[in-house]
């Protein structure tokens, strides 16, 4: 891209979306807009402009690519969005506008794992053995599946209250981010006796210190892996895609 493009959608809700929307406010980019999908009560808000909620589809958000004249599109949502990925691409086909996506590389199982990776939310609630106590580190949105397990108890964790009661016979509810200190996630997986934890290969450095946590306790993980998503012109970090339009 031979000109820095001075008008940038980010659709973001990312620790990398954030950095990258501050370092293009400070780099002097005219006009950086931030889009976060509105699913956290108190979303920690970007440098530059924000805009809170959907597009309504592909279509939606190409005809906003082009009602506002943005330059470029950068993707870069959380790496299982693979909904909205996949209407970024189609919407920069429609638009003609520059798509660039920002996806943390994924995590790799190291000596001393116990990773037992699936393919989805249903492998995964049937990987569970009978009377496990689970840690699942999923969002809201992703845990009603295994609701169907009534032979095993639950621990869940989420940032913000749920609206309704959780769909479990049997839970504990843990109100919080996940801390980046593998002692403190260690303490929490003790209290609460957990035999296994369920999660998603997000990648980068804000969730893993519970993959640490569970090396150091032998716990097993079912690990789901990453949804096959678009790729074309995709950067591991903020530095890499910086460095190909400024």
């Known amino acids: ?29 005219s006009r950086v807009v931030t889009s976060l999908a509105g699913r956290t009560a108190a979303p920690e808000m970007p440098a530059g402009e924000t805009r809170i909620g959907g597009f309504g589809g592909a279509q939606g958000l190409a005809d906003f690519l082009r009602s506002e004249a943005f330059e470029l599109l950068v993707d870069a949502t959380h790496p299982f969005a693979d909904t909205i990925s996949h ?25 001393g794992d116990h990773w037992f990776p699936v393919a989805s939310v249903d492998e995964a609630c049937t ?73 998603r290969n997000s990648g980068g450095q804000g969730a893993y210190a519970k993959l640490i946590a569970a090396r150091d306790l032998g716990l097993p993980v079912i690990m789901i892996e990453r949804p096959d998503t678009p790729d074309d012109r995709s950067y591991p970090t903020v530095d890499a895609l910086l460095a190909d339009i400024t």
């Not at 891209?1 to 980019?29: D, F, N, Q």
């Not at 920002?102 to 790799?108: F, G, K, V």
């Open 1 to 29: 891209m031979p000109v820095t493009p001075e008008s940038i959608l980010i659709l973001g809700g990312t620790k990398e979306a954030a950095e990258l929307a501050g370092r293009l406010t400070e780099l002097g980019v």
């Open 127 to 199: 990987a569970i053995p009978p009377s496990a106590r689970v840690f699942l580190a999923l969002g809201r949105q992703h845990i009603d599946g295994f609701a169907q397990r009534t032979d095993v108890h639950f621990i869940a964790r989420m940032v913000d209250p749920p609206e309704r009661p959780l769909p479990f016979r049997s839970c504990d509810l843990v109100i919080g981010k996940p801390s980046a200190d593998p002692g403190t996630e260690a303490e929490l997986l003790r209290t609460y006796g957990v035999t296994h934890i369920v999660c």
């Open 87 to 111: 209407n970024a691409v189609e919407a920069a086909v429609i638009s003609g506008i520059p798509l660039m996506t920002l996806r943390r590389p994924a995590w790799t199982a190291v000596d």
